[in-house]
């Protein structure tokens, strides 16, 4: 089953032509708190925003499970990252329930970007979470429990350039198609990762949000949603998970290496895509049959990088329909 190979051979849809709509839906909204935003949409859109939403939607779920999103960058300039972030996330929840990403900040809508207010610098799980650095990170999933399609912690992941990095940055994309046929040459490996690991969030950061239990049996890390689509779960954070659950040391070892031949195999040259966004593209993900990451970059400490990140819940995100 094929995937895009490129960022050209993702579907995108371009927003230029409603954003005096996307201003109409902004107005209808402008009581709501992001959090009340988030639960309850945009009470007023458009029928032409609605069908396209409903196209991007049918192409996450039953499609590449990839799509890209533009807004023009005068608009961006025009109306402020404020208003920009409450666009992004209104749209975003007409196609799922946009949840909590961190125990410790609660953010609905995360901006991706060098950790440096006070707030955000003295939070628990800052210092272990890639998105709030510079450096370069190891393809992922945004999970920290192993999860079957439609039942972890996100379906949709929802990432918007409001400003790009002075130098690097760069998204980098994998699907499970391209994984799975690299762990075909590496059968131990599939077998182990099909089979899965025991996990212990509670351990590491568990939100009540999350759909599974903060501890469980063996849950794969490779499988087949109900279409056969091949999907994988791996971050670094899940590492940490399934760790915690391990006490003997000799089976946390074996542990230890199936999951780093996992690693090896996710972030192998052969699988990555380079994806560069500029300001007002976006991207959308099926977090099961996606991982993604960045470069590192370097700011302009006048104009640094700012993205906007969304994970979507959607019931049923596995239905066949």
């Not at 005096?20 to 925003?49: C, M």
Request: proline share 6%; glycine share 6%; aromatic share 8%.
């Amino acid at each position: 089953m094929d995937a895009p190979k490129s960022k050209d051979d993702v579907k995108c849809w371009d927003f230029a032509d409603v954003v005096d709509d996307i201003k109409d839906s902004l107005e209808s909204s402008k009581d709501q708190s992001l959090k009340e935003l988030a639960r309850n949409g945009f009470p007023k859109i458009s029928s032409r925003v609605k069908e396209r939403l409903k196209n991007i939607f049918q192409e996450l779920q039953q499609g590449s499970g990839a799509v890209l999103l533009r807004f023009p960058p005068g608009w961006l300039e025009n109306v402020g990252e404020d208003v920009c972030e409450r666009a992004f996330l209104g749209l975003c929840a007409q196609l799922g329930r946009p949840v909590i990403q961190s125990t410790d900040l609660q953010e609905i809508s995360a901006r991706v970007e060098t950790a440096k207010t006070p707030e955000v610098l003295a939070a628990k799980h800052t210092l272990r979470r890639g998105y709030r650095n510079a450096k370069d990170q190891f393809l992922h999933n945004d999970s920290s429990i192993p999860a079957a399609r439609g039942e972890g912690i996100c379906d949709i992941l929802a990432m918007f350039c409001y400003r790009p990095s002075a130098k690097g940055g760069i998204s980098k994309m994998a699907s499970a198609v391209a994984i799975h046929e690299q762990l075909r040459g590496q059968p131990e490996v599939l077998k182990a990762a099909q089979q899965g690991f025991k996990y212990n969030a509670a351990m590491v950061e568990y939100h009540p949000d999350w759909r599974q239990p903060a501890m469980g049996t063996e849950r794969p890390m490779v499988f087949q949603d109900r279409k056969g689509r091949p999907c994988v779960q791996y971050a670094k954070n899940m590492v940490e998970t399934i760790s915690a659950a391990y006490d003997d040391p000799a089976e946390l070892e074996k542990v230890t290496l199936k999951l780093s031949g996992l690693e090896a195999v996710c972030s192998d040259p052969a699988v990555v895509q380079y994806w560069p966004l500029g300001a007002g593209e976006a991207y959308l993900v099926d977090n099961y049959r996606w991982l993604h990451a960045r470069t590192d970059f370097e700011d302009d400490p006048k104009s640094p990088r700012l993205f906007f990140r969304l994970w979507l819940q959607v019931e049923n995100f596995d239905s066949i329909a």
